[in-house]
């Protein structure tokens, strides 16, 4: 605990995420579609999503959310100052 700052939010780069093969992201793309479906938010280009949907979709994809991070600043969906959501979570 003891963190000053907020939490960074989670932007995900919807272009990014369309270009990543759909055997790795396809849980992510619906999970991300069906939030623009219940927003009625189409035709952003990025996508803020709740602290709590990195835990969901942790759990979806088996990892811990660190790990998850990870990967999706590896495909460069999230920017590296996602991993402070995490810390922040973790700590
Ligand atoms: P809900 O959770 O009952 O939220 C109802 C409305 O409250 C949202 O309608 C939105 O206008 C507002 N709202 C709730 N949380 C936030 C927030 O953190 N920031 C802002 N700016 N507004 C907030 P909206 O956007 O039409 O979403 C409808 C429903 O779609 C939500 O009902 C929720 O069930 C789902 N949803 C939308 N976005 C997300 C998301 O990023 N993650 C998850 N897990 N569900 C979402
Ligand atoms: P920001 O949060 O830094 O977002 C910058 C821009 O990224 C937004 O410009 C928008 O073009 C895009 N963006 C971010 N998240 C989403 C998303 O989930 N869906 C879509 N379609 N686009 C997204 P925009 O709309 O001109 O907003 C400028 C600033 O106004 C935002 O900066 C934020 O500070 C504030 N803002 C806009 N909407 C909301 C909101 O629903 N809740 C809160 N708290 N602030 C908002
Ligand atoms: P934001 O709109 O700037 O909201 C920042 C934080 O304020 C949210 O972080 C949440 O902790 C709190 N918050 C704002 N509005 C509500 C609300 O209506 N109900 C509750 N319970 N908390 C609220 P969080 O949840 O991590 O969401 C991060 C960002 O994701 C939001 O930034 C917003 O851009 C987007 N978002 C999340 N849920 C929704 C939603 O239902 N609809 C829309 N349009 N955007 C959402």
């Given at each position: 605990?003891?963190?000053?700052?907020?939490?960074?939010?989670?932007?995900?780069?919807?272009?990014?995420?369309?270009?990543?093969?759909?055997d790795?992201?396809?849980?992510?793309?619906?999970?991300?579609a069906?939030?623009?479906?219940?927003?009625?938010?189409?035709?952003?280009?990025?996508?803020?999503?709740?602290?709590?949907?990195?835990?969901?979709?942790?759990?979806?994809?088996?990892?811990?959310?660190?790990?998850?991070?990870?990967?999706?600043i590896?495909?460069g969906?999230?920017?590296?100052?996602?991993?402070?959501?995490?810390?922040?979570?973790?700590?």
């Open positions: 605990g003891g963190a000053a700052e907020p939490p960074p939010k989670l932007v995900l780069d919807l272009e990014r995420l369309a270009n990543v093969p759909s790795k992201a396809g849980p992510l793309q619906r999970y991300t069906t939030i623009q479906s219940q927003r009625g938010d189409y035709n952003g280009k990025v996508l803020s999503i709740r602290q709590d949907d990195l835990r969901t979709l942790a759990v979806i994809y088996d990892q811990s959310p660190s790990v998850l991070t990870e990967q999706l590896s495909w969906v999230l920017g590296a100052d996602a991993r402070r959501a995490v810390q922040v979570d973790e700590g």
